[in-house]
C-alpha cells in the first residue's frame, strides 16, 4: 500500500522573545547572562544607541565612540529590551563576547 506517510506533531519550541529571554541568557551556569550585563554595562555606545532608539529619535548621538554607519531606523529593541539590527541581537563592544 503506497501513499502519504504519517503525520507527525511539530516539535514544541519555548518562544523566548515574547518572554524577553533569549536562550543565550538562560541561567544555566555558563556564565554569559553576567558577562552580558557586564559588557552593557561596559560598552558606552551601546547605552546610547539603546536610549537613541527607545527615545524614537531620527538619528543616533554624535557622540560615540565608534562611529555607526547604518540607519536609526534599521534598529529596533526586543521584548527584552536589548537592541537590534535587523531583527539579530545587537552584541556590544566587549572581547570577551
Known sequence: MT?????????????????GEHPFMADEGNG???LWQEAVQL??????LQQAV?????????????????????????SG???TFHNQIWVPNHKPL
Do not use: C, W
Open 54 to 78: 527607545q527615545d524614537g529619535r531620527r538619528m543616533f548621538p554624535q557622540d560615540l565612540d565608534n562611529l555607526v554607519k547604518v540607519s536609526i531606523t534599521d534598529y529596533s529593541l526586543d
Open 32 to 34: 554569559l547572562k553576567e
Open 81 to 83: 529590551g536589548r537592541l
Open 3 to 19: 501513499g502519504s506517510p504519517p503525520a507527525t506533531a511539530a516539535p514544541v519550541h519555548r518562544d523566548t522573545q515574547e518572554q
Open 43 to 48: 560598552d558606552k555606545d551601546y547605552e546610547k
